[in-house]
Antibody, heavy 119, light 111 residues
Framework: QVQLVESGGGLVKPGGSLRLSCAASGFTFSDYYMSWIRQAPGKGLEWVSYISSSGSTIYYADSVKGRFTISRDNAKNSLYLQMNSLRAEDTAVYYC????????????WGQGTLVTVSS | QSALTQPASVSGSPGQSITISCTGTSSDVGGYNYVSWYQQHPGKAPKLMIYDVSNRPSGVSNRFSGSKSGNTASLTISGLQAEDEADYYCSSYTSSITLYVFGTGTKVTVL
C-alpha cells in the first residue's frame, strides 16, 4: 500500500535551518509529482512547494521562495525540503503529498512532521 | 495569492444534507476544472474526497459530491453521519506562479 513517512522535524531557532525528508513506498516514486504542504497550529492548509517526477520543474509559494529548496532522489524513493532562514511563521506540521501526473490533486498524504521555530 | 473563501462552519443533523462553498477567482476555481476537496479529522492527515470538481476516488462514499458554478465550487454531503464531523478544505490549481491554493477551511458539525 502507498506510504509516505515524513521525518526531520523539530525545534529550531529563528534564522536556523532544517531538512525534512519523506520516504515513499508502495508505488513507483519516479512516476509521480510530489508536493510539500504545511499547516500552522490551529490553522488551515498552505501549499509550500512542488517538484515534478524527474525533478526538472519546481514551484514554491511566495512565502518560502528563496529560503526553502525542494528536491528528490528517485533512486532512494525520497523527497526532501531544505528550509533555511526559518521564521516563527514557518512553525507548522509539514506534510508530503503525492500527485498523479497532470492530476492537480493530492491523492495520498503522509502523517506529517512538526517544525517549531522559536527562541 | 489569497486563499479560497470557505464558510468557517457548517452544521446539520444526522441524515440531512449540507453544502460547503469554496469561492475563488477566474484565475483558479473559475478558470479550471481542477478543484479538489479534502477531509481532515483532528490530529490526522487530510484525505482526498473529491477531485477534478466532481470525481470521487475509489473508496469514498457516494454521499459526497462536488460541483462548480462560475468562481464557486461546492461540496455536498448527503445523509450526514457522525463520522463526517471534520474539517474540510477545497483546493484549486491556479494560473498564478504559486501553482496551488487552498481554501480557508470549514468545520462541519453533526448536531
Amino acid at each position: 500500500q502507498v506510504q509516505l513517512v515524513e521525518s526531520g522535524g523539530g525545534l529550531v531557532k529563528p534564522g536556523g535551518s532544517l531538512r525534512l525528508s519523506c520516504a515513499a513506498s508502495g508505488f513507483t516514486f519516479s512516476d509521480y509529482y510530489m508536493s510539500w504542504i504545511r499547516q500552522a497550529p490551529g490553522k488551515g492548509l498552505e501549499w509550500v512547494s512542488y517538484i515534478s517526477s524527474s525533478g526538472s520543474t519546481i514551484y514554491y509559494a511566495d512565502s518560502v521562495k528563496g529560503r526553502f529548496t525542494i528536491s528528490r532522489d528517485n533512486a532512494k524513493n525520497s523527497l526532501y525540503l531544505q528550509m533555511n532562514s526559518l521564521r516563527a511563521e514557518d512553525t507548522a506540521v509539514y506534510y508530503c503529498a503525492r500527485e498523479v501526473q497532470l492530476g492537480y490533486y493530492f491523492d495520498y498524504w503522509g502523517q506529517g512532521t512538526l517544525v517549531t521555530v522559536s527562541s | 495569492q489569497s486563499a479560497l473563501t470557505q464558510p468557517a462552519s457548517v452544521s446539520g443533523s444526522p441524515g440531512q444534507s449540507i453544502t460547503i462553498s469554496c469561492t475563488g477567482t477566474s484565475s483558479d476555481v473559475g478558470g479550471y476544472n481542477y478543484v479538489s476537496w479534502y477531509q481532515q479529522h483532528p490530529g490526522k492527515a487530510p484525505k482526498l474526497m473529491i477531485y477534478d470538481v466532481s470525481n470521487r476516488p475509489s473508496g469514498v462514499s457516494n454521499r459526497f459530491s462536488g460541483s462548480k458554478s462560475g468562481n464557486t465550487a461546492s461540496l455536498t454531503i448527503s445523509g450526514l453521519q457522525a463520522e463526517d464531523e471534520a474539517d474540510y478544505y477545497c483546493s484549486s490549481y491556479t494560473s498564478s506562479i504559486t501553482l496551488y491554493v487552498f481554501g480557508t477551511g470549514t468545520k462541519v458539525t453533526v448536531l
